[in-house]
T-cell receptor
């Protein structure tokens, strides 16, 4: 149980275009989802926290108009990188938490590698 | 605020040798502590977690960690390394109060296992 998927697993896009990444909890209801960014050989940096049905809370320094997060249902959150530029190239990882279950734990998706050319 | 420090960005051990990955934490409230493993181009897999129950926590793949409040440490150990243990390991901390609060990760330790 507690499986989180991400789609796509990798994407290459041209500079100036927008890219949407989906994060789904497959077998549980995720009241809270988190989006992380990971640069090569570095740790995970939290970008934002989203609760179903409400606006995401962004970490300091993360542009909310650049990284649009939607958490429209208890099983799906999306991250849209708008007007992507090469510096947005990174590994994006989502995680999901279920308050009804083990509230201590975040279940991580497999990640999405974004390359902007 | 919470933070974790992982000493040693790279650790190399021989197959069959003891694995010791260090993690020290700082937290203003009693913490919950986690160890995750990440294989190349993959997400994070939970190895084990401390949530204020037993201080010696056993996880998957033969790993264990001991919470030592006096030392503010949560070091990860495995008695005998296997080639398949080669990966990146992250220590993480979160507050024990509140629900689904955010994790703060350490900078990671890359474990290399040699023959």
């Amino acid at each position: 149980g507690a499986v989180v998927s991400q789609h796509p697993s990798w994407v290459i896009c041209k500079s100036g275009t927008s890219v949407k990444i989906e994060c789904r909890s497959l077998d549980f209801q995720a009241t809270t989802m988190f989006w992380y960014r990971q640069f090569p050989k570095q740790s995970l940096m939290l970008m934002a926290t989203s609760n179903e049905g409400s606006k995401a809370t962004y970490e300091q320094g993360v542009e909310k108009d650049k990284f649009l997060i939607n958490h429209a249902s208890l099983t799906l959150s999306t991250l849209t990188v708008t007007s992507a530029h090469p510096e947005d190239s990174s590994f994006y990882i989502c995680s999901a938490s279920n308050l009804a279950g083990d509230a201590y734990e975040q279940y991580f998706g497999p990640g999405t590698r974004l390359t902007v050319t | 605020a919470q933070s974790v420090t992982q000493l040693g960005s790279h650790v190399s051990v021989s197959e069959g040798a003891l694995v010791l990955l260090r993690c020290n934490y700082s937290s203003s409230v009693p913490p919950y502590l986690f160890w995750y493993v990440q294989y190349p181009n993959q997400g994070l897999q939970l190895l084990l977690k401390y949530t204020s129950a037993a201080t010696l926590v056993k996880g998957i793949n033969g790993f264990e960690a001991e919470f030592k409040k006096s030392e503010t440490s949560f070091h990860l150990t495995k008695p005998s390394a296997h080639m398949s243990d080669a990966a990146e390991y992250f220590c993480a901390v979160r507050k024990s109060t509140g629900t689904a609060s955010k994790l703060t990760f350490g900078t990671g330790t890359r474990l290399q296992v040699t023959l």
